[in-house]
Nanobody, 124 residues
Framework: QVQLVESGGGLVQAGGSLRLSCVASGRTFSSYTMGWFRQAPGKEREFVAA????????YYADSVKGRFTISRYNAKNTVYLQMNSLKPEDTAVYSC?????????????????WGQGTQVTVSS
């Protein structure tokens, strides 16, 4: 088990940028696949991006491809989500999640450790 704490959310104008961070507790962070998900009011949680344990493999939802970048720094137990060219439809609570096993996962059921989330609001 790992505990996850997100930060970096806030209010930004359309076209702006934010960088989210997720810090994990525990000494086995480098063995986990990490993912970012988001949930807008009245909508289901949706996949945003994922990165494998080494950072060599990443996967993005089509809606964010080319605008968002996921990365990780295992020495600091941290995964990042750099969000550029933000749109009002990106407004949501963003949560990071950790999954054991090789590969890059994009379904919520693959992840068994979740953070509380951080609010991102993009104004038009």
């Amino acid at each position: 088990q790992v505990q996850l704490v997100e930060s970096g959310g806030g209010l930004v104008q359309a076209g702006g940028s934010l960088r989210l961070s997720c810090v994990a507790s525990g000494r086995t962070f480098s063995s986990y696949t990490m993912g970012w998900f988001r949930q807008a009011p009245g909508k289901e949680r949706e996949f945003v991006a994922a990165i494998n344990w080494s950072g060599a493999s990443t996967y993005y939802a089509d809606s964010v491809k080319g605008r968002f970048t996921i990365s990780r720094y295992n020495a600091k137990n941290t995964v990042y989500l750099q969000m550029n060219s933000l749109k009002p439809e990106d407004t949501a609570v963003y949560s990071c999640a950790a999954a054991q096993g090789p590969g890059v996962f994009h379904t919520t059921r693959s992840y068994d450790n979740w953070g509380q989330g951080t609010q991102v609001t993009v104004s038009s």
